[in-house]
Each structure stands twice: as C-alpha cells, then as structure tokens.
C-alpha cells in the first residue's frame, strides 16, 4: 500500500523545549489513531504533517511531496484543529461557503458543498446563526465540516471529539469510520482509548515527544491489561462488597478509605473483574453510586508502561 | 452528504490564491464590528466639518475661509491622526488577528499561496481604509466649501488631497503589516511609531525630518499657513515632489516585499 504521510527522523524543538523527537513513521490509507496524554506532542504531529509547522530535524512527506510551503498539497488534505476558534462574525454557512471559496471553488459550487456538508453534520437549521452563538458541540462539528467539505483524500482531526454529546460522538465516530471504509486517510488524535478503539483498531501511541508503539489496538490493550488497574466503588453495604471481592482469584488488593461507602479495589485482569463486579452487584442487591478508575487515565498508563512508576 | 473520490480542483495558483483571499477578507471586512467601528471613528472630520460649518453660518466664527480650516484643521487630521490609526488597526490585523484569533490554521491548511495571502489581505484591508477615508474625506470638502461649490478649480484641491492620502495610506499600512509579521506587540510598536517617532521626527530641523514617512506626504501638499497661529515655529523643509512619491512608493513595496519574505518563512506558534 501506498504511504500517504511519511516522516523520517522527524524533530520539531520549540526554542529548548522538545516537542517531537526523531519520529519516523510511515501512515497508509485508512483510520489510525493518533494517541497520547495531554502534551505528548500529538498536536506538535499532526501541525508538522500539515505544514503548519517547519521541522527543526528531519522531514515530512504527504502524498510524497514535502508539505512546509507547498500549496498545491492542500487540495487533498483537510484538517481540523485542536483549538475552538473562528471568524466570531460569520454565520456558519458563510464561514463554510467562505472557507470552500478558499479552496478556489466556484461560488455556485461552494454553495452546494456548503449545504450539502451541513445538512450531513445537522447545522443547516442553524446555518445562518452566528458562530459565536453556537454551542460548543456545534461549533466542533462545524471545524470537522470544513476539514472534510473539500472530499480531501487526508483527513486530520486533532481532538475532533472534544465538547460534542454521546449522540454527537457517536454521529462523528460513524463519519470517521465511514470516511476510511471509503479509502481515505483518516489521522485522529485522542487521549481517551475507547474513544479510538470505537474509531479503528490502527494506532500510533505518542509519548514525551516520541513514537511509544504502533500497530494493532490490541497491542497496546495488552500492555494496558498487564498494567494494575485500581477501581473505585461507590455503595451502601461496601464491606459485605470487599468480603464478596475477597474471594475472587482477579482482586489482588482492597483498600478501605475514610469514606465509609467507598472502597478501593486493585486488579490486572480489568475486564474479568468488572463481568464478576456486576454479577456481585446484583446478586448482593446493592445500590451502587459510582464506579470509577482513578488511575484509568493514559498517563497513568504510559508512566506505568515506560517504568515511571 | 455522499463520499466522492477527488474531484479536480482548479490549482492554487498564487493569482486564484489573491483573488479568493481579497474577496474573503473584504467580505469579512464589511460583515465584522471592528472595522464598522473604525468606519465611525473615520467620520469624526465630518463631524468636525459640520460643526466648524454651522458655526460659520450661525455664528460667524471662526472668520477662516473654508478651504483654511479644511486645508490647516480638518486635512491635517486626517493626515497626522486619522490615517496613522486606521492603517496602524488593519495593517498590523493582516497577520497579527490570524495568529490572536487562532484561525491561522484554518489560513494555512488552505491550497493559499502565503504571499498571495499576506497581499491578498494586505489589499482588501488597505482598500477598505482609502474607501472610508475618501468618502469622509470629500463629504468634509463639500461641507467646508458649500458656498463655492461651482468653483471648480477647488476639486483640484480634493483631487489632490485624496492622492495624497491614498498614498499614506498604502504606505502606512505596509509599514504596520510588517510590524504584525515581525512583533507580538506589534499594536504598541505602531502607536509608539505613528504617534511618537511621526510626530516628533517631522518638526525636527534639517535632513532629520526626511526619517519620517509624514515628511514626504507633507513635502506633497502646500506649506501650511501660518494665519492666525504665529507661534508655529516648525518649518518643513520639503523634498522635491517627484521624489517624495518615489520615496513613498518605494517604502510602501519595500515593506511589503520584508512582510512577504518574512511571513513565507516564518512559523506561527498557536497556543492552545
């Protein structure tokens, strides 16, 4: 298959600071999860792969051709940032229509694109609302409407789930999946796993500036599951809970903590436990209030896997 | 909305780059407040022109001629104040509201040749300036010079205020959109310019006053006079015409070429 972003020995310093350090990856058709904790430099990434950006060492190839200052190459590229920021006095239609005049579409052509795109993200009711009275799960969706109203063959969404509400994400998610089904290049950054492992199984993990791993999700799920996860629980009856929990083979900890309803529960097999949790719950008819992962963030994750802690 | 493959697109040629950047900006141009703002602010002489107007008719006062206090008040506001400001705004804008306003991605990732962006914007703004100014400019005219408005001989004047306006303002624009390519702060650095250098530089005697871009606008227009305000010492030593619209011209495609090259070259950090 073809590479359509290719980055060899790839630096990117900002004045002492290290953004992204000798990063060589070679991205094909399809969806590939971009994933990392916040200030991995998976912004830094995917702003050198869009030209934004000139690499302090190495270099950058999209559709083979070198992207810092050169034009021609965003025809086929669309790109959504990060950052929730527009032109405040344009309704969103004119943004739109405005930002396809800026791909040099013929006025007639940017208004069907314009229209076409909107209705598909559900803001052609509100097309002629200004952008700064959209809410913020509209106004992400209106940056992926202009990332992708060009039809660009690569499609490079930084964070693009931010803001949008379960029904938002999952209407985006589908698009995404749509989008490589269709033979794009779908590059979409997260620091949240399930959110890319609903988009792909592709995906480059990003860490301290450097490529961590790449390859299939299941990959990094594994390492995940060697990593000792600590779940909370939330409920009445807690201590009836740890001495049901006590017997099961996967709990190897259960910490009691000055909240007399919350216990603590150490595990390396997260999934086994959470199917026993549920069982457990409803065979002891408890009223549960929360279950949460304390440390089921991927920071936690990466300084485990790279032996931080 | 059905998945395409690729259609061919017109290439991003650095004049399609222009032309699409000019109509965006001056589009946004007259749909923002900012700039309305300023179109307000640009009507302050006409204000004053009526005002000086009325008390002319009503009162008799002040005893000056019209054509005096547009030549030695109103024109001089324009040229000393007015300009300075509404250039220092759009000028330092073309690069500098991109970078604050964070929608330089959106800029970039565009098939937008970056110079033809910088002139693209550079033009559409500028442009946008001369149109409010000639319209305060020769609404005041007409104000000031009611009763002799069928002497046609008095266009001349206009004519040839409005050119040297225009001028200034082309100028003045380049020089602050280099500043926003170069500075952060480039608003501070163009207000310390117009407001500090321009207007100490002028007066001062000798070839000194030649290091100031409102010398040579000044050098294009006749002397002021002095009736009536014997305490003006200062005395502008003029250059040549000819070449004081050289020099102009000359600095206006210098600082422009500067902000291209640079703003080519340059990456812009967005912070999240």
């Known amino acids: 298959m073809r590479a359509v972003v290719q980055t060899e020995k790839l630096s990117k310093y900002y004045g002492n600071v290290l953004g992204l350090s000798d990063v060589s990856v070679t991205i094909e058709p399809g969806v590939v999860g971009l994933l990392g904790p916040n200030g991995a430099g998976k912004s830094t990434f995917l702003k050198l792969i869009t030209g934004q950006l000139k690499p302090s060492l190495g270099e950058v190839k999209v559709f083979g051709q070198p992207v810092w200052n050169n034009p021609h190459i965003f025809h086929q590229i669309g790109y959504c940032p990060e950052i929730d920021a527009f032109f405040p006095d344009l309704s969103g239609w004119q943004f739109l229509k405005e930002m396809l005049r800026l791909h040099h579409f013929p006025e007639e052509e940017a208004r069907r694109r314009a229209e076409e795109v909107l209705k598909f993200l559900h803001l052609f009711g509100d097309k002629d609302r200004l952008i700064r009275s959209y809410s913020r799960g509209m106004r992400q969706r209106l940056k992926i409407a202009q990332a992708i109203a060009h039809e660009p063959q690569l499609i490079i969404l930084d964070e693009p789930l931010n803001g949008l509400d379960p029904l938002g994400r999952r209407k985006v998610i589908r698009l995404i999946r749509r989008l490589g089904e269709k033979g794009q290049t779908v590059i979409v950054s997260s620091h949240v796993l399930p959110e890319i492992e609903a988009m792909t199984k592709r995906i480059i993990l990003i860490h301290q500036g450097k490529i961590f791993a790449e390859g299939n999700i299941h990959y990094i799920r594994d390492l995940i599951d060697t990593h000792p996860h600590i779940i909370s629980i939330k409920c009445d009856r807690v201590r009836e809970l740890a001495a049901a929990l006590v017997k099961e083979p996967e709990v190897i900890k259960i910490f009691f903590t000055p909240d007399p309803q919350e216990i603590q529960v150490e595990t390396q097999q997260r999934d086994i436990f959470f199917d026993r949790l549920q069982q457990l719950i409803l065979q002891l008819d408890l009223q549960v209030e929360a279950i949460t992962s304390p440390d089921d963030n991927l920071q936690a994750v990466f300084d485990y896997l790279i032996g931080e802690k | ?272």
């Open chain 2, 1 to 272: 909305m059905a998945i395409r493959s690729l259609s061919r697109q017109p290439s991003g040629v650095f004049w399609a780059s222009w032309r699409d950047v000019f109509k965006f900006y001056f589009f946004l141009g007259t749909h923002s407040r900012r700039p309305k703002l300023f179109f307000l602010l640009s009507l302050v002489p006409l204000a004053m022109a009526i005002i000086f107007k009325g008390s002319q008719i009503i009162y008799g006062y002040p005893r000056f001629s019209g054509l005096f206090i547009y030549s030695n008040m109103i024109m001089m506001f324009f040229l000393q104040f007015l300009i300075l400001l509404l250039t220092l705004f759009f000028g330092t804008s073309v690069c500098r509201e991109e970078v604050e306003g964070k929608t330089l991605p959106y800029i970039v990732t565009r098939p937008l040749h970056k110079i033809a962006f910088l002139l693209g914007k550079y033009t559409a703004y500028t442009l946008l300036v001369s149109i409010m100014i000639i319209f305060s400019l020769t609404l005041s005219f007409i104000i000031m010079n009611l009763d002799r408005l069928g002497d046609l001989s008095l266009y001349k004047v206009l004519l040839r205020d409005g050119g040297v306006l225009l001028l200034g303002i082309w100028c003045y624009a380049a020089l602050f959109t280099f500043l926003g390519v170069i500075f952060k702060k480039a608003i501070f650095f163009g207000l310390l310019f117009s407001f500090g250098w321009e207007n100490i530089i002028q007066y001062f005697p000798g070839k000194t006053q030649k290091l100031a871009v409102v010398h040579y606008l000044k050098s294009l227009l006749p002397p002021l006079s002095q009736e009536g305000f014997p305490f003006l010492l200062f005395r502008l030593e003029p250059t040549p015409r000819g070449e004081a619209i050289l020099i102009l011209l000359g600095l206006t495609f210098f600082f422009l070429g500067l902000s291209c090259a640079l703003f080519a070259g340059k990456e812009f950090i967005i912070e999240a």
